[in-house]
């Protein structure tokens, strides 16, 4: 839903989409809405379930993505002409921000439960929490989104990748332009957000030619716990992985050239 609504704004390919995709999109959300024979289905309390039981768990990541991809639905029913259900999407996405800011934020830890489960809230630092500042739009406002930044950047980041969980030695390089893109929507596109992405991105760049072949592999795995950025990695698993080449991409197109032919056209 999200690369529909990007393909269709970015291209104006609103009859292609109309006719091929929107119907399947809404469908999709109405499965989920009600329920699939997976075990995902609206909680009680208005998030996303995943299992059944003592197994029912409402995560942080998967409830951000269903965030972003009502908000999406939202908007791509009104450029299509559909402006009813277009409300009535973004209304959803409104109240499930409600929600998630409610239940899933830790004040504690400055950060974002793992997830809500039957015995109660699951702590810790999950590099897939980023998808609650990294997508478009964000489902944390500003102040919550540099505080989990902060959290994420001090128990995962190296200039590899973020680690899985705090002291892991495997790092996953294909969240680096989430967290990038995090940063930058979360201190206001400003100059020296920008800046500091672009830092991140060079470091990142000379991780992949000292430890890879210069472009991401699917994991790095780390010598030791210690971590500097002279220490022995070696890559783990495919040595290119598809996933973090298309976000890195995907990051430098809308987060970095786009805004800067933005800023041009406005100049």
């Known amino acids: 839903m999200l690369a529909t609504e990007l393909f269709a704004r970015r291209a104006g390919e609103h009859e292609f989409v109309r006719r091929a995709l929107y119907s399947s999109l809404e469908q999709v959300i109405d499965r989920f809405r009600a329920g699939t024979g997976l075990g995902v289905h609206l909680g009680e309390d208005g998030l ?105 950047e001090r128990e995962l980041a190296t200039p590899a990748g973020l680690r899985e969980a705090p002291g892991a030695r495997r790092i996953l390089p294909e969240w680096t332009p989430h967290f990038l893109a995090a940063w930058i929507r979360a201190h206001g596109r400003s100059a020296e957000a920008e800046a500091r992405a672009l830092e991140g991105m060079s470091r990142f760049a000379r991780a992949l030619e000292l430890h890879a072949t210069g472009v991401p592999p699917e994991a790095f795995e780390a010598a030791s716990d210690a971590w500097s950025s002279e220490a022995h990695l070696h890559y783990a698993g495919e040595p290119i992985s598809l996933v973090a080449s298309a976000e890195l991409l995907r990051f430098w197109v809308e987060e970095l050239d786009h805004a800067a032919v933005a800023a041009a056209a406005t100049a």
């Not at 800011?101 to 929490?129: C, H, K, M, N, T």
């Not at 990294?134 to 500003?142: D, F, I, K, V, Y």
């Open 48 to 152: 996303l379930v995943a299992g059944e039981g003592d197994r029912a768990m409402a995560r942080a990541d998967l409830n951000a993505l269903w965030y972003a991809a009502q908000a999406a639905m939202g908007q791509l029913a009104k450029a299509l002409g559909h402006k009813q259900s277009g409300a009535f999407y973004l209304a959803w996405a409104r109240d499930h921000q409600t929600r998630f800011r409610e239940v899933l934020w830790d004040e504690e830890a400055g950060g974002l439960f793992v997830a809500i489960g039957p015995s109660g809230p699951v702590r810790g630092a999950e590099p897939s929490q980023l998808l609650a500042a990294s997508l478009s739009p964000p489902l944390l406002g500003a102040p919550e989104a540099q505080r989990l930044l902060a959290t994420l």
